[in-house]
């Protein structure tokens, strides 16, 4: 099959790849760049586990294919961090008790991090229709709820 050369940012980081042209954004991001923080769940845009940003906005990787992405800026959920240090982000779900499997957190994270960057004062109520495209098995979402908000100072007075 003929591939296509995309040029991107993923993470900052330059990549130049000459890819498929029905290979989904999420299996780029796992297959190829080894990223597999990026987790795939349904792979039809219902559970939210494959969020990743690009250019700014949350979006399902699962529904996007990779040659889409040529000339974008992509973070994935290994961006938020800075090396092993968790983000304000992070730490907050990890101080809220906001993850249990684990299997949704990195499209938890990636949604709240678009989300926290556009809207850094937001309500409980704007904090729960946001992330009801993210379906959670575990935690009943009153820790992932906490951690959003608990998290948004961080975002109110960027560097
Ligand atoms: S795997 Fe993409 S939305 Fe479920
Ligand atoms: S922590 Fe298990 S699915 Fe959310």
Redesign the pocket.
Known sequence: MNRANIKLHVNGQPVERAVEPRLTL?DFLRHELDLTGT?????????????VIVDGKAV????LFAVQLDDKQVVTVEGLSNGSQLSPLQKAFQDNHAVQCGFCTS?MLTTAHAFLLEEPVPTAERVREVIS?N?CRCTGYVGIVDAILAASPHYRNPP
């Open positions: 999420a987790h795939v769940g349904c792979e039809h845009g219902v559970c939210g586990a494959c969020t399902r990787s699962c529904l499209g495209g379906i």
